[in-house]
Each structure stands twice: as C-alpha cells, then as structure tokens.
C-alpha cells in the first residue's frame, strides 16, 4: 500500500470512529504498530489529526464534540485538580447523579474512601470505574451509545425521571456569562437539564479552557448553579456576573 493511501484509509477511520488506538489501525490496515506510529506521528505535524496518549483522533472544530480519547487525555491536570476540589462536597451515603464528562470521570476515580453511595451516571466510562474502584450502587441509564462514551437519549431521560439525588456533578463543552453551560450535542444536554431537575444541588466542574467557549446547545444558565469548580481564578468581570460559589 502506498504512504498517501494508508494515510487516507487512517483518516476514513478517524472519520467514522472520531478516535482509534494504534492497534485498531494496524489490525484494520494489516501494518505493523511502528508504522502506524510514524504515520500519525507525520500527520499530526501536517495537522491532519490529533496525537492522543494510545493512538489519534480527529478534532472538527468548536460546534463538536470531542472524540474520546481526546477528552480523557486534553487537560488531565487541570481535571485532575477540579476532582480534587470537588471530592469533599460529597460525604457517606451520598446520592449522586454523574454525567459523562471525561472531567467528571477523574472524579469517579477518587470516590473510593467514600461508602454507602449511590449513583447514576450516563458516562460508559465512569459506571465501569465506579463497578471496578468503588463499592457504591450503581445505576446506568438506558438508551443509545453516543460517541462511544455516553449514554443518551429519551430512554437516559426518563431514567433520570426516576431519580432523585443530592448532587449532580456535571461538565461542559463551553461556559460564558452570556449563554451559560453550552454543549456541542443536544441529546447530551438534554439528560444533563434532566439530571439537573432532579437534584438538590448542581455542581460544575469547568476547566478553564472552556471559559468564554460557546456551542450550540444549552444545558443550564449560569444563575442556576450552585457550585462552580474550575482549575484556577476566573477573571473579575467572570465573579462579578455569577452568584454561585466557586472553587479553584
């Protein structure tokens, strides 16, 4: 196979997947790992993709959702430090509503001092590290895979419906005094606003990348907030126009 064609083959996948390792590239173009690996290598200096920790993804722009691998490893320090921040609003016996967030992700990974918690999420990886690190209850919502990684659609919906929690912790694609949390898909932002409604406190968890950042579909004002957790001190203008508590 010619250098042009593996490398547009590697972009068809990306394509259709948004995100593949390396070993799902070699196995499906029949090439060795180290090609596969200089390969992404020179297409991510061409800016045809992007280099994640495993294999690539293809990024598309503000009004898309990340690909997976690519939110799970973009920022992980800044994740890191939100979790922390976050982990001591929640106590034994907690119910807990999580979303899919990769952000919200690094904080499933930091429950496993706490007991007695139950807990619905609609984030594929989140319920996995919460069945292997935890001993919370568990609860996933039904519906349609969306982007390998979340869980959405009206069935997630009236799932949430049937819940009440203490807390809901929740990320975003875009946060701005304007239009509040965005998302790039409304399906997403949907089982958010019904996660949302169903419980007694809202806790958002932004990295400060997101901040002025503004995608099509809403998910909540910023006034009906209770929590802001970010990585570090928004700009004066930002605390002045928010009433809720904020972290960082």
């Known amino acids: 196979m010619l250098l042009y064609e593996?490398?547009?083959?590697?972009?068809?996948?990306?394509?259709e997947y948004r995100s593949a390792t390396v070993e799902f590239l070699s196995s499906r173009l029949y090439t060795s790992?180290?090609?596969?690996?200089?390969?992404?290598?020179?297409?991510a200096e061409k800016g045809l993709l992007t280099r994640v920790r495993g294999g690539?993804?293809?990024?598309e722009g503000n009004n898309q959702d990340a690909p997976p691998l690519l939110r799970v490893n973009k920022e992980r320090e800044k994740k890191e430090r939100i979790a922390r921040l976050a982990l001591p609003l929640l106590r034994d016996g907690s119910t807990v509503f999580l979303d899919s967030?990769?952000?919200?992700?690094?904080?499933?990974?930091?429950?496993?001092?706490?007991?007695?918690l139950s807990v619905l999420s609609n984030g594929i990886a989140t319920v996995n590290?919460?069945?292997?690190?935890?001993?919370?209850?568990?609860f996933t919502c039904a519906g349609v895979i969306q982007n390998q990684s979340s869980i959405v659609g009206q069935l997630s919906v009236r799932t949430v419906e049937k819940f009440h929690a203490d807390l809901f912790f929740y990320s975003c694609c875009g946060?701005?005094?304007?239009?509040?949390?965005?998302?790039?898909?409304?399906?997403a932002a949907a089982v958010k606003r019904a996660m949302f409604a169903n419980a007694d406190k809202r806790v958002l968890l932004c990295?400060?990348?997101?901040?002025g950042l503004e995608f099509f579909c809403k998910s909540c004002d910023l006034s009906q907030v209770d929590i802001l957790v970010t990585d570090r001190k928004p700009d004066a203008a930002f605390l002045q126009g928010v009433s809720c508590t904020v972290l960082y």
């Open 207 to 211: 990295d400060s990348t997101k901040f």
């Open 56 to 59: 690539a993804a293809l990024t």
């Open 33 to 43: 790992p180290a090609t596969i690996r200089r390969d992404l290598n020179v297409m």
């Open 6 to 15: 593996r490398h547009q083959q590697i972009l068809d996948l990306l394509k």
């Open 175 to 187: 946060l701005s005094l304007r239009c509040g949390a965005t998302e790039a898909s409304e399906e």
């Open 129 to 138: 590290l919460l069945n292997e690190m935890t001993t919370a209850k568990v």
């Open 101 to 116: 967030s990769s952000t919200v992700s690094a904080l499933a990974e930091k429950l496993t001092s706490l007991k007695g």
